[in-house]
Every structure is written in structure tokens, then in C-alpha cells.
């Protein structure tokens, strides 16, 4: 019995889908299905590309690694 390898999307297909998701007056689910895409898969994208830039960690870099 083979397994199906997962489906792959680009960084540009899963911000694009993120847009109607978020605008549609259609459930998360209908436009999961209207874009060909898991029903589960879709609200992972939306956390992801939906949060603006200044509430993700900042990463430091004047810390001084070398004085550890």
C-alpha cells in the first residue's frame, strides 16, 4: 500500500488563499473547499499570515554571544 504524499503550496498561494478567507462572507471551510485545499490546513495559513509583523518575537541581535 503506497501513502499519497502531502500536497505542497508556495508562500505566495498560502498568503494569496488567506485573503478571500478572511474577506468572504463564506465559512473557513467553503473556501478551504472553493480552493482545493484540506479544511484544516486553511486556519493554519490564516494564523500564520495574518499576524502583523510587531506582535511576532523580535529577535536580539546586540546580544553578546561570546561573553556566555
Do not use: H
Request: hydrophobic share 25%; net charge negative; charged share 30%.
Amino acid at each position: 500500500m503506497s501513502q499519497e504524499k502531502p500536497k505542497t503550496y508556495t508562500a505566495e498561494f498560502k498568503a494569496s488563499s488567506v485573503k478571500p478567507a478572511n474577506e468572504s462572507d463564506r465559512s473557513i471551510a467553503q473556501t478551504a473547499k472553493d480552493l482545493g485545499v484540506n479544511v484544516n490546513t486553511l486556519p493554519t495559513w490564516i494564523d500564520q499570515y495574518s499576524r502583523s509583523p510587531s506582535t511576532e518575537k523580535a529577535l536580539r541581535t546586540d546580544y553578546p554571544y561570546d561573553e556566555l
